[in-house]
Every structure is written in C-alpha cells, then in structure tokens.
C-alpha cells in the first residue's frame, strides 16, 4: 500500500471504486439477511458542525448595516439538502423606538443572495425591542454536493427609517449569527429574553 495523496487508485473514496463492493453486499443482505453486529465499532460520531456560518458586517453607515454571510452545509450523516435551515441575525431597535420609529419601518433589501430568501424582522422580546433577521433556506439547494453546493453566500442591508439605529449593541453584531434546522439550533449561540 502506498499512502500518497496523488496516487488515487489507493486513496481516492469514490462511488465508481466501492459501487461493486456494496453492490455484492447488498445482494448477498437481501438473499441471505444477517443482523447489525453489536458493539462493530465502525460507527462514526456525528460532529457538531454539519452547519456552520461565517458571518460579519459587509459594510455599514450612519443609518444601515449590511450582512454578509457565508452558510456552510458540511452534513454527512447523512448528507442531506437544507430543506428547513434558517439563519437568524439578532438585532436591538431601541434606538429606532426611541426615535419615534419602530420595526415595521426597517427597510430590508438584499445585494446578492446565491440562495434562500429573506423572511424579514421577526420578534424575539418586543418589550426590550429585540428582533432578529431571518433568513430561510428550505428549496434544497444548500447541500453538500460539491464546491459551488456546499456555501451559499448572502448579503442582506436593513437601513433605519429614522436614521438613529447603533448596531453595535446588537447581539449578532458581538455574538455571530445563529443556524437552526427545523427549529433546532445547529450553529452558534441563541441570545436570552432580553437580547443579551
């Protein structure tokens, strides 16, 4: 055996080398059966990022800041599309309240979405005036199926209707986006009620 990267007779896993094997195996389970044997072993641990998101300010200004992210779908255990991922961007609007604005008045325009689509503001503590940016992604084009798949990127500006928003407050803006699979968080840190 010689363990060299380039010699992909020996080293590359691919469907075309392993398809008559697991064929064979297949064939041979469904004439004569057979059971899982316990304690194989073999068994993989599913790791804690099949989702992961690299996320920042693009650019900002006086009244609007604009997202830029980078959505990675990493699974294999096993790989699946993104049918129910959401990203979220958690916001403070007190600011725009205090000014005399509110929610509704945040304007939310996207300069380049490879996928997905935007939901909009959502609440996540109206008293506190804590929002957050939700983006879903839910036709299956995130997937692990190759290099342009795998990533899709995002930009997405909300601009303040009165001028008064500071993102710096915001949690997304200290803590990093957050990923959850149908409902379930996958990626980052969920703020608590009051937005912190």
């Known amino acids: 055996y010689n363990d060299t990267v ?26 004569y059966h057979g059971k899982t044997l316990i304690d194989f072993g073999a068994v993989e641990e599913v790791p804690n990022d099949e989702y992961s998101c690299d996320c920042g300010l693009n650019v900002e200004g006086k009244d609007f800041a604009e997202i830029k992210a980078l959505i990675y779908n990493k699974t294999a255990w096993p790989a699946r599309a993104a049918d129910k991922l959401e990203f979220r961007y958690y916001v403070d609007l007190s600011e725009i309240y ?48 190759g290099q ?36 379930k968080l996958v990626w980052g840190t969920l703020p608590d009620e009051e937005g912190k």
Request: glycine letters at 10%; charged letters at 20%; hydrophobic letters at 30%.
């Open 148 to 183: 342009s798949q795998y990533k899709s990127e995002i930009q997405v500006r909300m601009t303040s209707p009165n001028g008064s928003w500071d993102n710096s407050n915001d949690f997304s803006y200290k803590n990093g986006a957050v990923l959850l699979d149908d409902g």
């Open 6 to 31: 380039t010699d992909y007779n020996k080293n590359e896993v691919a469907c075309d080398y392993n398809a008559g094997f697991t064929g064979l195996m297949a064939a041979m389970y469904s004439k």
């Open 98 to 145: 205090k000014a005399g604005g509110n929610a509704s008045g945040v304007k939310i325009t996207t300069n380049y979405m490879q996928s997905g689509r935007v939901e909009g503001l959502k609440v996540w503590n109206e008293e506190n005036h804590i929002y957050y940016l939700s983006v879903v992604f839910d036709d299956g084009n995130l997937r692990p199926g």
